[in-house]
């Protein structure tokens, strides 16, 4: 069981490149908010800025859903060895 629970842990935990695109897209946002309070003089650049969060989000989703489709698949498969962990000891506690 606490094996189980420290592979899980280990396919839930966010990757350092997940980290690391979640700051970019936090400061990407702080620089839009930022050019955005300069009003329509920094226009372009808000616009720019804009589109490279929009991307980020985007890439994060992807690699969010990736991670969501690995961690099923993985409690899955620990389910089904969990299982047959079980039988076995049912097998040898009872010698069948």
């Known amino acids: 069981e606490l ?6 842990r280990s396919t839930k935990v966010r990757s350092k ?3 690391n695109l979640r700051e970019k897209l936090r400061i990407l ?3 839009t908010n930022q050019k955005r309070a300069l009003g329509p003089s920094a ?8 589109r490279k969060v ?10 969010e859903e990736k991670k ?9 498969a ?8 079980t039988l076995v000891i049912f097998a040898f506690y009872y010698g069948v």
């Not at 094996?3 to 899980?8: A, E, G």
């Not at 969501?68 to 899955?76: F, P």
């Open 29 to 31: 946002r702080y620089e």
């Open 17 to 19: 490149s997940e980290r």
């Open 43 to 50: 226009f372009v650049e808000t616009a720019k800025l804009e």
């Open 3 to 8: 094996l189980q629970r420290l592979i899980l």
């Open 78 to 85: 620990l389910k089904y060895v969990n299982y047959a962990l």
């Open 54 to 63: 929009l991307a980020s989000e985007k890439e994060l989703s992807t690699m």
């Open 68 to 76: 969501k489709a690995k961690v099923q698949k993985m409690e899955k």
